[in-house]
Nanobody, 128 residues
Framework: QVQLAESGGGTVQAGDSLRLSCVGT????????MAWFRQVPGKEREFVAG????????YYADSVKGRFTIDKVNAKNTGYLQMNSLKPEDTAVYYC?????????????????????WGQGTQVTVSS
């Protein structure tokens, strides 16, 4: 297991940018694929973006493609979600998640059930 801790959330205006960070506690962080999900009250958690263990393959939900960038820096045990051109509909609690991936088979899985480790979440609020 890897413990994850997100940071970087906040309140911004539409069109602004934010960068979320997710720090993992294990030195084997490099064996994990990572993803970001988000959730608003009354709705299911939805996939936002995912990245392979090495950072070489990235996947995005259509709603954020072209605006968000996911990255993973194994040397720092940290993943990032750069969010540009934010919209009010991006308002949610954002969670990072990790999936052990020894065989490097990650393909941007969108089901939260396929991730074994989660952070506590960070609130992002975008005002119009």
């Amino acid at each position: 297991q890897v413990q994850l801790a997100e940071s970087g959330g906040g309140t911004v205006q539409a069109g602004d940018s934010l960068r979320l960070s997710c720090v993992g506690t294990r030195r084997t962080f490099s064996n994990y694929a990572m993803a970001w999900f988000r959730q608003v009250p009354g709705k299911e958690r939805e996939f936002v973006a995912g990245v392979s263990r090495s950072g070489g393959r990235r996947y995005y939900a259509d709603s954020v493609k072209g605006r968000f960038t996911i990255d993973k820096v194994n040397a720092k045990n940290t993943g990032y979600l750069q969010m540009n051109s934010l919209k009010p509909e991006d308002t949610a609690v954002y969670y990072c998640a990790a999936r052990l991936d020894f065989n490097n088979e990650y393909e941007g899985f969108t089901s939260e059930a396929l991730y074994g480790d989660w952070g506590q979440g960070t609130q992002v609020t975008v005002s119009s």
